[in-house]
């Protein structure tokens, strides 16, 4: 059976290379070859899911090793494969997401004389994704890493001919680059600690070494999990990131590879527990970047960007969960699997949206969409309820669990955190209510697009509302499914631990509190933006509302310290290598000259000039010697 | 008298010789002050062979006089063709090759 | 009074003295076989000048020329061969002349050395042919006045010197003696002897007549000077040992000499006239070497002299002063080591730097090759200092192998020429390698051998010498040898920059196709270039079975 | 003695240059052919050489030892160990693609002087510079080596100045100057640097006596050779200084740029991708071989003159305004990477050294090639020149970022597996230094995409609106590079498997082991498995 998980790399790669290399003759069934692709690395993961229920839960751990990768003396990486509950959670998400994703883009694409290339960076995308959950050791896992980063940087930039979407790609990259230093130093930190870097000998031995060390490799593996998952302060790249295709952005920016951070550090769940300070660094980030992203999107016109802050926000709350450490593991991981269906499913509806009005992507040139895109309207309705932790809904589970596990960490930091999701919880409901507001809801603001015509909305095609739908019932029952009988939390539990926290009030209040700041975030909404007419220029607003159009100005400080500095140290440094250490050498060229032209003057073509060197020359030797021997 | 004395003399005319070398510019006098060096050697040969009491440094300075007659035909030949090109004499005035 | 008695002491001793007690010299007429012919050759060439007519003068001379040197050398090899450079050599014809490898090794290369630079004296292809004659580089009649009527006549008549040919045997017979002279009179009386052709022979060329007399002039007045020097030096060291032959003067600065006679015993304790007379013999010596402060004739004078003969004497007079040196360091003031060594390491290194240094700012061909045969004596004067058999060996090998880039590179030079003869400013060379490659690319090997890069002769020499001084100690002298011939290399660079990657000029110079003569000097050159940069160790060990001098 | 492959491979490049140079002008495209097919026979010689190594066997294999020049202790010694077999692979490999790809750039403009044949002259010089590189790569007698590793200058030197990168800015006088001072600027470079080690060289011949590798190396093990430390530095520094100007190390690096950009590209890459390993491998072979105490002790320098390479040509190649330089810079980066690894004295940094040089051979490569096929067209190597090529020549942008990630080193990609390798082997002995390396991975993310970026992508420029895509001829050059880079990325185990004997014997010469795991899990499982 674990032969299979080869294959499940292996066909995305295929399709990768087959769409990437066969040139303009698969044009016409590119998008078909790649999302069958998608579709069999699927099948086989569900296949291996069937598998692994049948076993016990002590060996549901699928191992496949290929071949030694790297040998060098006392420097072993392998080309292996791990196949256990948490990678399986992830297999399914990303291929059966990603399949969908697949379908919606066959519609959304079609015009798009570049669709074959698109859907081949698609498949690169969902076969490194799938490599790096399912690597054994965190070399190959930085391997898939990358590789996602490359697909990201691929699909970010797809449409190259916009400088825009060009600068967003290699930003991203950048940033990606700067989390990756803190992957591979905590990498060296392991080889040099542990002489090997696959999860089990580490995660097994991890008693062995000074909690020092532990928490030094945790800071770099939450420095990595930051560039990947757009944490503060690595989070300025996701919301430009939205320059790439909306099913990019649903797939790779929301639902799989922006929570790839997170389960780095679920599946580091041994080192972290060994290292409290790194978790507490861990949930600090999280909480953070909860409130900054759920920020940002309150004040974002752009409905993309204005879920991409919602994203943020929703990892946020993944990350702060995974750093409560093993109360919160689980339900990191539920409410990313949940918020893979409904984020995934909200993208796919702006997508469709923007498809009807021309691409516009303002939200207060919307309005009154309801009518003209009716299901359209109904997935993104489940997913905003879902998202806002609607009671019932996936949200409503993921989330509270997570808010509860808050609490639990228990002392002072246990109320603040707690607070904190709190907070995030009403502001979510707050700026999700906003977009649906203004998109949905209210009279037409349509505007006449750049060619001068109104815009005219009509429902996608079936293969784009198709999986919308799907998502949206995701999004409905997951949360559902997996709570009754603990069934997730029993799945996941073997692997990343648990531990029932119990905090300071009951579930009980915890849940009616959400409740209330719900309701207050949907009133506040209402009053804003549903009672009076929205205005088509945004007002100047407040203080925070223009700090928070402008990423609370994260990066203009990232432009004038690190863009401006950074080409200012070039300039110099190009400069002095120019000036000066060439300088030097072509200095001393001159100066050998400078003297021979000096000397030559000696030459003065007298002949009785020659003589009196030689007289002198004469004398000095003279002198020489009888110094020499006087000495 | 000491015949160390002759040394010095032979010293002082070979400087001396040297000396007009240096300073003088007609290429005729010029060598004729090389001449006058190669007597002063002539001087020390002999003055040395008498204080050694052996006849080598007699026989040399016939060797040195056949040898400057020598020179002075080359030496002549050069510089009177020279100064049939030139009409000059000085040395200074054959300077064209320089630097 | 004491006058008078010594007066008559001496008398008196001339008459205890009978005629008959002095002894008749014995002369080995086999052994010094190489330089006997090269004089009859020589003596005979004056009597072509004087009875064989006009006409087949020039046939008859470099036939006579070639032979004799040719003879010569087979000579030099019979001796060798002989075992005269190993076991069986010794002082010859009365200890006037020593008769040991390397005097045989140095006669060896100079004369083959002689043989192809000949060669380039009897090429007449190069100028056009004056009024249907072919003519050499050499004036017509160089007794009349440059652009005279005369002279005129004597173009138009064709005539030629061929006396050059007796002159260069003159002067090879001279540089024959010289490095195997074994007293302090034969030494002079060689330099002198090849000397005094050399001063004629510069003013021979046909063209820049004024240059070349001007060449002549100075290299004669300077000559002259410094052999004045030489002399007045021999008169010290006579009066300090009161012999002039190698070894008494040896014996006497060891201190191991055996009979004292109470003048000697004066004289030896007076070191003055030792260390004196020693340092003014080096000035002559090195004056001949071009060694710096005693360089400033080289420029002007391989400028000035017509090209054949420049490169004979760039190639032959080194080689023939380095052997003189080399002897007289080694057999007579070995004693002194401690005294001339240190001064010596100043020598060289100034000699190294300076002309290294000057030559970069040079613009003519023959000027700059001048700067670098001063640079080139600094790097053997190392290869002297380390008074080892290592630093014979391979000062010899150094000298063979400079002497035949040398000629070839000069030989080259003759080739690129316009209206005016030789075309020899630099800024005439741009483009070169694009007009003739071949041309071109066979002074690039020339140069590259000059800046001692590897697979090249030059490269050899220099390690040979640089390992010995290292051996005897002297690193600093190879640090900055090394750093004077990275500067080196910058010049010989910039030629062949200019050669090959800078736009011919249109109004560029032409390369006259040579005789077979011109050419097999090219063609050895370049081949014993490669040899010994490639496999040199046969040479080597030629030059290390030769490196020890009888005393 | 059996049959002296090693010379036969050393002498067939050779061969194959004298036979191109004498093609006669009017035949230039046989000159081609033949230079290919000879290029192309050394590549099955060094496959050869790869197949008869045994990486279990000798330390020196395949050797041939003849008496060369007796007096100066010289003998005419042949020997490949693992690296040695791995760089001649490289080196023949590469040759053959350089030749193909440089097959327009020696045409002559005019034919005015029949005599002047440039193309024979280029392809002749480029075998040379093979013969020459892979002898000094074969070599195991210090004097040989130095020989070849100075003559090898002089057709360098040629193919520099006299073959410039048509695609120049300024006039063709000016582009003649700038030319001939590249060439004369990397000549002197290397000459200096050259004949400085000829001190050191004869200094070694002084204090040993001979020149064969291995006595030495064999006489210092025993003891029997002892060399007074300060004499042993001196001789390092010697040796170093040499290498250090070939490979280049900051701050003797200022020649690469000038001469890759003002040379054609099938050029620069000789340089940079062949020619610079020499200077590498010999501090591999012959400073740690040598002077082991010496280099440990010259160590702590090397290493931060290595740390500003990475950084500061990145930093520069960042400010480039010229693709040609910019790429140049990158290289100066990432030689700082191998010689990091190669003083870090552990086995992973050594491997992973000997492997940068060979995956930094083919990822410039692969950069450097399109970059000239993309010059070419467009007639100009300001990157301000380009823009949107991506649009109108897909294929030759996807190479182009192909090799721009092989550059930033993108796992899955060969140059990856190196510079991890040699990352980990720093980090695992100076844990400061491994940290301050590894943002030369941002650094080299950030000039590799604006570089693609300010080129490929954006609105397409009126100049470039016409430009052909890749032709054949060009797409068989890269198609070839970017497998192997592929190919070793995720299966780098066929090189290591070479290397890693070599390496183990490079650490027992300098006395160095591995610095141990903290805890170590590999006794920890033995312990369980009892």
Same mark, same amino acid.
């Given at each position: 059976?674990?032969?299979?998980?080869?294959?499940?790399?292996?066909?995305?790669?295929?399709?990768?290379?087959?769409?990437?290399?066969?040139?303009?003759?698969?044009?016409?069934?590119?998008?078909?070859?790649?999302?069958?692709?998608?579709?069999?690395?699927?099948?086989?993961?569900?296949?291996?899911?069937?598998?692994?229920?049948?076993?016990?839960?002590?060996?549901?751990?699928?191992?496949?090793?290929?071949?030694?990768?790297?040998?060098?003396?006392?420097?072993?990486?392998?080309?292996?494969?791990?196949?256990?509950?948490?990678?399986?959670?992830?297999?399914?998400?990303?291929?059966?997401?990603?399949?969908?994703?697949?379908?919606?883009?066959?519609?959304?694409?079609?015009?798009?004389?570049?669709?074959?290339?698109?859907?081949?960076?698609?498949?690169?995308?969902?076969?490194?994704?799938?490599?790096?959950?399912?690597?054994?050791?965190?070399?190959?896992?930085?391997?898939?890493?990358?590789?996602?980063?490359?697909?990201?940087?691929?699909?970010?930039?797809?449409?190259?001919?916009?400088?825009?979407?060009?600068?967003?790609?290699?930003?991203?990259?950048?940033?990606?680059?700067?989390?990756?230093?803190?992957?591979?130093?905590?990498?060296?930190?392991?080889?040099?600690?542990?002489?090997?870097?696959?999860?089990?000998?580490?995660?097994?031995?991890?008693?062995?070494?000074?909690?020092?060390?532990?928490?030094?490799?945790?800071?770099?593996?939450?420095?990595?999990?930051?560039?990947?998952?757009?944490?503060?302060?690595?989070?300025?790249?996701?919301?430009?990131?939205?320059?790439?295709?909306?099913?990019?952005?649903?797939?790779?920016?929301?639902?799989?590879?922006?929570?790839?951070?997170?389960?780095?550090?679920?599946?580091?769940?041994?080192?972290?527990?060994?290292?409290?300070?790194?978790?507490?660094?861990?949930?600090?980030?999280?909480?953070?970047?909860?409130?900054?992203?759920?920020?940002?999107?309150?004040? !974002?016109?752009?409905?993309? !960007?204005?879920?991409?802050?919602?994203?943020?926000?929703?990892?946020?709350?993944?990350?702060?969960?995974?750093?409560?450490?093993?109360?919160?593991?689980?339900?990191?991981?539920?409410?990313?699997?949940?918020?893979?269906?409904?984020?995934?499913?909200?993208?796919?509806?702006?997508?469709?949206?923007?498809?009807?009005?021309?691409?516009?992507?303002?939200?207060?040139?919307?309005?009154?969409?309801?009518?003209?895109?009716?299901?359209?309207?109904?997935?993104?309705?489940?997913?905003?309820?879902?998202?806002?932790?609607?009671?019932?809904?996936?949200?409503?589970?993921?989330?509270?669990?997570?808010?509860?596990?808050?609490?639990? %960490?228990?002392?002072?930091?246990?109320?603040?955190?707690?607070?904190?999701?709190?907070?995030?919880?009403?502001?979510?409901?707050?700026? $999700?209510?906003?977009?649906?507001?203004?998109?949905?809801?209210?009279?037409?603001?349509?505007?006449?697009?750049?060619?001068?015509?109104?815009?005219?909305?009509?429902?996608?095609?079936?293969?784009?509302?198709?999986?919308?739908?799907?998502?949206?019932?995701?999004?409905?029952?997951?949360?559902?499914?997996?709570?009754?009988?603990?069934?997730?939390?029993?799945?996941?539990?073997?692997?990343?631990?648990?531990?029932?926290?119990?905090?300071?009030?009951?579930?009980?209040?915890?849940?009616?509190?959400?409740?209330?700041?719900?309701?207050?975030?949907?009133?506040?909404?209402?009053?804003?933006?549903?009672?009076?007419?929205?205005?088509?220029?945004?007002?100047?607003?407040?203080?925070?509302?223009?700090?928070?159009?402008?990423?609370?100005?994260?990066?203009?400080?990232?432009?004038?310290?690190?863009?401006?500095?950074?080409?200012?140290?070039?300039?110099?440094?190009?400069?002095?290598?120019?000036?000066?250490?060439?300088?030097?050498?072509?200095?001393?060229?001159?100066?050998?000259?400078?003297?021979?032209?000096?000397?030559?003057?000696?030459?003065?073509?007298?002949?009785?000039?020659?003589?009196?060197?030689?007289?002198?020359?004469?004398?000095?030797?003279?002198?020489?010697?009888?110094?020499?021997?006087?000495? | 008298?000491?015949?160390?004395?002759?040394?010095?003399?032979?010293?002082?005319?070979?400087?001396?010789?040297?000396?007009?070398?240096?300073?003088?510019?007609?290429?005729?006098?010029?060598?004729?002050?090389?001449?006058?060096?190669?007597?002063?050697?002539?001087?020390?040969?002999?003055?040395?062979?008498?204080?050694?009491?052996?006849?080598?440094?007699?026989?040399?300075?016939?060797?040195?006089?056949?040898?400057?007659?020598?020179?002075?035909?080359?030496?002549?030949?050069?510089?009177?063709?020279?100064?049939?090109?030139?009409?000059?004499?000085?040395?200074?005035?054959?300077?064209?090759?320089?630097? | 009074?004491?006058?008078?008695?010594?007066?008559?002491?001496?008398?008196?001793?001339?008459?205890?003295?009978?005629?008959?007690?002095?002894?008749?010299?014995?002369?080995?007429?086999?052994?010094?076989?190489?330089?006997?012919?090269?004089?009859?050759?020589?003596?005979?060439?004056?009597?072509?000048?004087?009875?064989?007519?006009?006409?087949?003068?020039?046939?008859?001379?470099?036939?006579?020329?070639?032979?004799?040197?040719?003879?010569?050398?087979?000579?030099?090899?019979?001796?060798?061969?002989?075992?005269?450079?190993?076991?069986?050599?010794?002082?010859? +014809?009365?200890?006037?002349?020593?008769?040991?490898?390397?005097?045989?090794?140095?006669?060896?290369?100079?004369?083959?050395?002689?043989?192809?630079?000949?060669?380039?004296?009897?090429?007449?292809?190069?100028?056009?042919?004056?009024?249907?004659?072919?003519?050499?580089?050499?004036?017509?009649?160089?007794? /009349?006045?440059?652009?005279?009527?005369?002279?005129?006549?004597?173009?138009?008549?064709?005539?030629?010197?061929?006396?050059?040919?007796?002159?260069?045997?003159?002067?090879?017979?001279? $540089?024959?003696?010289?490095?195997?002279?074994?007293?302090?009179?034969?030494?002079?009386?060689?330099?002198?002897?090849?000397?005094?052709?050399?001063?004629?022979?510069?003013?021979?060329?046909?063209?820049?007549?004024?240059?070349?007399?001007?060449?002549?002039?100075?290299?004669?007045?300077?000559?002259?000077?410094? /052999?004045?020097?030489?002399?007045?030096?021999?008169?010290?060291?006579?009066?300090?040992?009161? /012999?002039?032959?190698?070894?008494?003067?040896?014996?006497?600065?060891?201190?191991?000499?055996?009979?004292?006679?109470?003048?000697?015993?004066?004289?030896?304790?007076?070191?003055?006239?030792?260390?004196?007379?020693?340092?003014?013999?080096?000035?002559?010596?090195?004056?001949?070497?071009?060694?710096?402060?005693?360089?400033?004739?080289?420029?002007?004078?391989?400028?000035?002299?017509?090209?054949?003969?420049?490169?004979?004497?760039?190639?032959?007079? !080194?080689?023939?002063?380095?052997?003189?040196?080399?002897?007289?360091?080694?057999?007579?003031?070995?004693?002194?080591?401690?005294?001339?060594?240190?001064? $010596?390491?100043?020598?060289?290194?100034?000699?190294?730097?300076?002309?290294?240094?000057?030559?970069?700012?040079?613009?003519?061909?023959?000027?700059?090759?001048?700067?670098?045969?001063?640079?080139?004596?600094?790097?053997?004067?190392?290869?002297?200092?380390?008074?080892?058999?290592?630093?014979?060996?391979?000062?010899?090998?150094?000298?063979?192998?400079?002497?035949?880039?040398?000629?070839?590179?000069?030989?080259?030079?003759?080739?690129?020429?316009?209206?005016?003869?030789?075309?020899?400013?630099?800024?005439?060379?741009?483009?070169?390698?694009?007009?003739?490659?071949?041309?071109?690319?066979?002074?690039?090997?020339?140069?590259?051998?000059?800046?001692?890069?590897?697979?090249?002769?030059?490269?050899?020499?220099?390690?040979?010498?640089?390992?010995?001084?290292?051996?005897?100690?002297?690193?600093?002298?190879?640090?900055?040898?090394?750093?004077?011939?990275?500067?080196? +290399?910058?010049?010989?660079?910039?030629?062949?920059?200019?050669?090959?990657?800078?736009?011919?000029?249109?109004?560029?110079?032409?390369?006259?196709?040579?005789?077979?003569?011109?050419?097999?000097?090219?063609?050895?050159?370049?081949?014993?270039?490669?040899?010994?940069?490639?496999?040199?160790?046969?040479?080597?060990?030629?030059?290390?079975?030769?490196?020890?001098?009888?005393? | $003695?059996?049959?002296?492959?090693?010379?036969?491979?050393?002498?067939?490049?050779?061969?194959?240059?004298?036979?191109?140079?004498?093609?006669?002008?009017?035949?230039?495209?046989?000159?081609?052919?033949?230079?290919?097919?000879?290029?192309?026979?050394?590549?099955?010689?060094?496959?050869?050489?790869?197949?008869?190594?045994?990486?279990?066997?000798?330390?020196?294999?395949?050797?041939?030892?003849?008496?060369?020049?007796?007096?100066?202790?010289?003998?005419?010694?042949?020997?490949?160990?693992?690296?040695?077999?791995?760089?001649?692979?490289?080196?023949?490999?590469?040759?053959?693609?350089?030749?193909?790809?440089?097959?327009?750039?020696?045409?002559?403009?005019?034919?005015?002087?029949?005599?002047?044949?440039?193309?024979?002259?280029?392809?002749?010089?480029?075998?040379?510079?093979?013969?020459?590189?892979?002898?000094?790569?074969?070599?195991?007698?210090?004097?040989?080596?130095?020989?070849?590793?100075?003559?090898?200058?002089?057709?360098?030197?040629?193919?520099?100045?006299?073959?410039?990168?048509?695609?120049?800015?300024?006039?063709?006088?000016?582009?003649?100057?700038?030319?001939?001072?590249?060439?004369?600027?990397?000549?002197?470079?290397?000459?200096?640097?050259?004949?400085?080690?000829?001190?050191?060289?004869?200094?070694?011949?002084?204090?040993?006596?001979?020149?064969?590798?291995?006595?030495?190396?064999?006489?210092?093990?025993?003891?029997?050779?002892?060399?007074?430390?300060?004499?042993?530095?001196?001789?390092?520094?010697?040796?170093?200084?040499?290498?250090?100007?070939?490979?280049?190390?900051?701050?003797?690096?200022?020649?690469?740029?000038?001469?890759?950009?003002?040379?054609?590209?099938?050029?620069?890459?000789?340089?940079?991708?062949?020619?610079?390993?020499?200077?590498?491998?010999?501090?591999?072979?012959?400073?740690?071989?040598?002077?082991?105490?010496?280099?440990?002790?010259?160590?702590?320098?090397?290493?931060?003159?290595?740390?500003?390479?990475?950084?500061?040509?990145?930093?520069?190649?960042?400010?480039?305004?010229?693709?040609?330089?910019?790429?140049?810079?990158?290289?100066?980066?990432?030689?700082?990477?191998?010689?990091?690894?190669?003083?870090?004295?552990?086995?992973?940094?050594?491997?992973?050294?000997?492997?940068?040089?060979?995956?930094?051979?083919?990822?410039?490569?692969?950069?450097?090639?399109?970059?000239?096929?993309?010059?070419?067209?467009?007639?100009?190597?300001?990157?301000?020149?380009?823009?949107?090529?991506?649009?109108?020549?897909?294929?030759?942008?996807?190479?182009?970022?192909?090799?721009?990630?092989?550059?930033?080193?993108?796992?899955?990609?060969?140059?990856?597996?190196?510079?991890?390798?040699?990352?980990?082997?720093?980090?695992?002995?100076?844990?400061?230094?491994?940290?301050?390396?590894?943002?030369?991975?941002?650094?080299?993310?950030?000039?590799?995409?604006?570089?693609?970026?300010?080129?490929?992508?954006?609105?397409?420029?009126?100049?470039?609106?016409?430009?052909?895509?890749?032709?054949?001829?060009?797409?068989?050059?890269?198609?070839?590079?970017?497998?192997?880079?592929?190919?070793?990325?995720?299966?780098?185990?066929?090189?290591?498997?070479?290397?890693?004997?070599?390496?183990?014997?490079?650490?027992?010469?300098? %006395?160095?082991?591995?610095?141990?795991?903290?805890?170590?899990?590999?006794?920890?499982?033995?312990?369980?498995? !009892?």
């Amino acid at each position: 059976m674990e032969n299979l998980i080869a294959l499940l790399v292996a066909a995305p790669l295929l399709g990768a290379v087959v769409l990437l290399c066969g040139g303009r003759r698969l044009d016409k069934v590119g998008h078909w070859i790649g999302t069958l692709l998608a579709a069999v690395s699927f099948g086989i993961g569900v296949a291996l899911f069937a598998d692994m229920l049948g076993r016990t839960a002590e060996d549901r751990t699928l191992t496949q090793n290929l071949y030694t990768w790297i040998p060098v003396e006392g420097f072993q990486a392998d080309m292996a494969f791990q196949l256990d509950q948490l990678s399986m959670t992830f297999v399914l998400l990303i291929s059966g997401v990603g399949t969908l994703i697949h379908v919606y883009s066959i519609g959304y694409m079609e015009h798009d004389e570049r669709r074959r290339r698109f859907f081949g960076y698609l498949n690169l995308f969902v076969a490194a994704m799938l490599l790096l959950v399912l690597a054994d050791n965190y070399l190959l896992l930085y391997f898939g890493w990358e590789g996602v980063g490359l697909a990201s940087y691929l699909l970010i930039g797809f449409w190259q001919h916009k400088p825009s979407a060009a600068t967003a790609a290699k930003k991203a990259f950048l940033v990606n680059r700067v989390g990756d230093i803190g992957l591979s130093i905590a990498i060296m930190l392991m080889f040099t600690t542990f002489g090997t870097f696959a999860f089990e000998p580490v995660l097994a031995s991890v008693g062995e070494t000074s909690e020092g060390t532990l928490t030094a490799i945790g800071l770099m593996l939450l420095l990595a999990a930051c560039g990947k998952s757009a944490q503060v302060p690595l989070q300025s790249w996701l919301g430009d990131a939205m320059e790439g295709p909306t099913p990019v952005s649903a797939l790779i920016h929301a639902a799989t590879m922006v929570t790839a951070g997170v389960y780095l550090i679920v599946r580091s769940a041994a080192i972290f527990n060994g290292a409290p300070d790194a978790q507490l660094v861990v949930t600090v980030v999280g909480a953070v970047t909860l409130l900054f992203g759920a920020i940002v999107g309150c004040a !974002k016109d752009d409905i993309k !960007k204005a879920l991409a802050g919602s994203t943020m926000s929703q990892i946020g709350y993944m990350i702060l969960a995974a750093g409560l450490g093993p109360i919160g593991y689980v339900f990191a991981i539920m409410h990313l699997v949940t918020h893979g269906f409904f984020k995934a499913g909200l993208f796919l509806g702006a997508g469709s949206v923007m498809h009807g009005m021309n691409d516009e992507v303002d939200m207060r040139k919307y309005g009154g969409l309801r009518k003209y895109m009716p299901v359209t309207y109904a997935t993104f309705g489940l997913g905003y309820l879902a998202i806002i932790g609607f009671p019932g809904l996936s949200g409503f589970f993921s989330k509270d669990m997570i808010i509860e596990a808050a609490f639990a %960490k228990g002392g002072t930091e246990g109320w603040i955190l707690g607070g904190v999701t709190l907070l995030g919880a009403g502001i979510t409901a707050f700026y $999700m209510t906003r977009v649906m507001l203004l998109t949905f809801f209210g009279e037409k603001r349509w505007q006449p697009d750049a060619g001068g015509e109104l815009p005219h909305p009509h429902e996608s095609p079936k293969s784009m509302t198709l999986p919308m739908v799907i998502l949206a019932l995701g999004s409905v029952f997951a949360g559902a499914f997996f709570e009754i009988g603990e069934r997730f939390l029993k799945w996941l539990e073997p692997v990343t631990g648990y531990e029932h926290g119990n905090p300071p009030v009951s579930a009980m209040t915890v849940t009616a509190a959400t409740m209330v700041v719900l309701v207050i975030g949907i009133a506040i909404a209402w009053t804003m933006y549903g009672r009076k007419p929205v205005p088509v220029v945004a007002p100047r607003g407040s203080l925070l509302t223009r700090a928070a159009r402008k990423d609370l100005y994260q990066d203009d400080f990232n432009h004038v310290v690190l863009v401006r500095g950074g080409e200012h140290l070039t300039r110099s440094l190009v400069y002095l290598d120019h000036s000066v250490v060439d300088g030097v050498v072509n200095g001393t060229a001159a100066s050998v000259g400078g003297l021979s032209g000096r000397l030559r003057k000696l030459q003065n073509g007298y002949a009785r000039s020659y003589a009196v060197s030689m007289f002198g020359g004469t004398v000095v030797l003279i002198a020489a010697t009888l110094l020499m021997r006087a000495v | 008298m000491n015949p160390v004395n002759y040394l010095y003399l032979a010293a002082l005319l070979f400087t001396i010789g040297g000396v007009g070398v240096l300073i003088r510019k007609n290429a005729i006098v010029l060598f004729m002050c090389v001449e006058l060096m190669l007597n002063a050697c002539n001087l020390a040969f002999v003055a040395f062979s008498r204080m050694h009491g052996n006849l080598d440094g007699q026989i040399i300075a016939f060797f040195t006089m056949v040898v400057a007659a020598a020179e002075v035909v080359v030496g002549l030949a050069i510089i009177v063709s020279l100064f049939r090109t030139r009409h000059s004499a000085s040395v200074d005035d054959a300077s064209l090759m320089k630097l | 009074m004491s006058t008078l008695t010594s007066a008559h002491s001496l008398w008196t001793l001339a008459a205890e003295a009978p005629a008959d007690r002095i002894p008749a010299p014995t002369i080995e007429y086999a052994q010094l076989a190489p330089t006997l012919i090269v004089v009859g050759a020589a003596v005979l060439g004056i009597l072509v000048e004087a009875f064989v007519p006009r006409k087949s003068r020039y046939y008859v001379q470099v036939f006579l020329t070639v032979a004799a040197l040719a003879s010569a050398f087979a000579a030099v090899v019979g001796l060798a061969a002989g075992g005269y450079a190993s076991g069986k050599a010794h002082i010859a +014809a009365m200890g006037a002349i020593a008769v040991d490898g390397p005097a045989l090794f140095l006669q060896g290369t100079i004369l083959l050395a002689s043989v192809v630079a000949v060669f380039t004296f009897a090429e007449r292809r190069l100028d056009p042919a004056a009024h249907g004659k072919r003519v050499d580089s050499f004036a017509a009649q160089a007794a /009349s006045v440059p652009g005279s009527d005369s002279e005129k006549a004597a173009v138009k008549a064709g005539f030629t010197t061929t006396e050059v040919f007796p002159l260069a045997l003159f002067a090879i017979a001279g $540089m024959l003696i010289f490095p195997a002279a074994n007293d302090l009179l034969t030494l002079f009386i060689a330099l002198e002897v090849f000397s005094l052709p050399l001063y004629l022979l510069c003013a021979l060329a046909r063209r820049q007549r004024l240059m070349s007399q001007e060449a002549a002039v100075k290299y004669f007045l300077l000559g002259a000077f410094s /052999s004045a020097f030489l002399l007045f030096g021999i008169a010290l060291l006579y009066g300090y040992a009161g /012999s002039v032959s190698y070894a008494v003067i040896a014996d006497v600065v060891d201190g191991t000499v055996a009979n004292i006679d109470p003048a000697l015993a004066s004289t030896m304790g007076n070191d003055a006239l030792l260390l004196i007379g020693g340092a003014l013999i080096m000035t002559g010596l090195l004056f001949k070497v071009g060694a710096v402060p005693f360089h400033m004739w080289t420029p002007d004078v391989y400028q000035g002299a017509p090209t054949p003969i420049t490169g004979f004497m760039a190639a032959a007079t !080194k080689v023939a002063a380095f052997g003189a040196l080399l002897r007289l360091l080694y057999v007579v003031l070995p004693g002194l080591r401690w005294d001339w060594r240190p001064v $010596m390491w100043a020598v060289a290194i100034v000699t190294m730097l300076a002309g290294a240094v000057i030559a970069v700012t040079q613009t003519d061909v023959k000027r700059l090759l001048a700067y670098s045969s001063i640079a080139h004596a600094g790097f053997i004067l190392a290869g002297v200092i380390a008074t080892s058999a290592e630093g014979v060996q391979s000062v010899l090998f150094y000298l063979g192998a400079y002497s035949f880039v040398t000629i070839g590179a000069f030989a080259v030079v003759t080739l690129v020429r316009d209206a005016g003869g030789e075309a020899t400013h630099l800024s005439k060379w741009a483009g070169l390698g694009r007009r003739s490659p071949l041309t071109a690319a066979v002074f690039a090997v020339f140069l590259l051998a000059f800046a001692g890069i590897p697979l090249t002769s030059g490269f050899t020499g220099k390690f040979a010498v640089f390992k010995a001084a290292a051996e005897s100690g002297a690193g600093v002298l190879v640090v900055i040898g090394v750093l004077s011939s990275a500067i080196a +290399a910058f010049f010989y660079i910039r030629v062949i920059v200019l050669m090959f990657f800078s736009e011919p000029k249109a109004d560029g110079p032409t390369v006259a196709v040579p005789s077979p003569l011109t050419m097999t000097t090219i063609a050895v050159g370049v081949a014993v270039t490669l040899a010994l940069g490639v496999a040199p160790q046969y040479f080597l060990e030629l030059a290390g079975q030769a490196s020890t001098f009888v005393r | $003695m059996n049959f002296p492959l090693l010379t036969v491979t050393a002498a067939v490049p050779a061969v194959g240059a004298i036979l191109t140079a004498a093609v006669p002008a009017a035949r230039r495209t046989a000159a081609k052919w033949l230079a290919l097919l000879f290029s192309l026979a050394t590549l099955a010689l060094a496959v050869l050489v790869a197949i008869r190594f045994d990486p279990s066997g000798d330390r020196y294999q395949l050797t041939e030892s003849r008496p060369w020049i007796a007096d100066f202790g010289v003998r005419y010694e042949l020997g490949v160990d693992g690296i040695g077999v791995v760089l001649i692979g490289l080196t023949a490999l590469l040759i053959p693609f350089v030749i193909a790809a440089g097959w327009h750039d020696a045409d002559p403009l005019e034919t005015k002087s029949t005599r002047w044949r440039p193309t024979q002259g280029f392809f002749a010089l480029i075998l040379l510079v093979e013969a020459m590189v892979i002898i000094s790569f074969e070599a195991t007698d210090v004097f040989l080596f130095y020989i070849f590793f100075e003559a090898m200058l002089i057709p360098m030197y040629f193919l520099i100045g006299g073959f410039g990168d048509r695609a120049h800015g300024g006039s063709e006088e000016n582009a003649a100057t700038q030319r001939s001072y590249a060439a004369v600027k990397f000549l002197l470079y290397n000459l200096v640097g050259g004949l400085i080690m000829l001190a050191a060289v004869i200094g070694l011949y002084v204090v040993a006596g001979n020149f064969s590798l291995q006595e030495i190396i064999a006489a210092r093990a025993a003891g029997t050779l002892d060399m007074s430390t300060n004499t042993e530095r001196l001789l390092f520094l010697g040796f170093f200084f040499a290498f250090a100007v070939k490979a280049p190390l900051w701050p003797l690096h200022t020649w690469l740029p000038n001469a890759m950009g003002e040379s054609t590209a099938p050029v620069a890459v000789l340089i940079t991708a062949v020619v610079d390993k020499v200077g590498t491998f010999a501090m591999l072979r012959f400073c740690l071989g040598l002077f082991p105490d010496a280099s440990k002790w010259a160590t702590p320098v090397i290493l931060v003159l290595a740390l500003i390479s990475i950084v500061y040509g990145a930093l520069v190649a960042v400010g480039q305004r010229d693709i040609k330089r910019l790429v140049a810079y990158a290289s100066i980066s990432h030689f700082g990477f191998i010689i990091l690894g190669i003083f870090a004295m552990t086995s992973q940094g050594q491997s992973g050294a000997t492997l940068y040089m060979v995956n930094h051979g083919l990822s410039t490569a692969a950069l450097m090639l399109v970059a000239g096929f993309l010059i070419s067209r467009r007639g100009s190597r300001l990157i301000a020149d380009y823009g949107g090529v991506q649009k109108v020549a897909p294929v030759l942008a996807g190479t182009f970022l192909i090799g721009g990630l092989a550059t930033l080193s993108l796992p899955g990609l060969a140059p990856f597996v190196s510079e991890f390798l040699v990352l980990v082997g720093t980090f695992a002995r100076y844990p400061v230094v491994g940290i301050i390396a590894t943002t030369g991975i941002v650094l080299a993310a950030l000039y590799t995409l604006v570089l693609y970026q300010r080129t490929m992508t954006g609105p397409v420029k009126e100049e470039v609106r016409s430009m052909p895509d890749l032709r054949l001829r060009e797409v068989l050059v890269v198609a070839p590079l970017i497998a192997l880079l592929i190919g070793l990325g995720v299966y780098p185990k066929v090189l290591t498997d070479i290397v890693n004997p070599a390496v183990e014997h490079t650490m027992s010469d300098v %006395k160095q082991t591995d610095p141990k795991p903290e805890v170590d899990v590999e006794a920890k499982n033995g312990e369980a498995a !009892k």
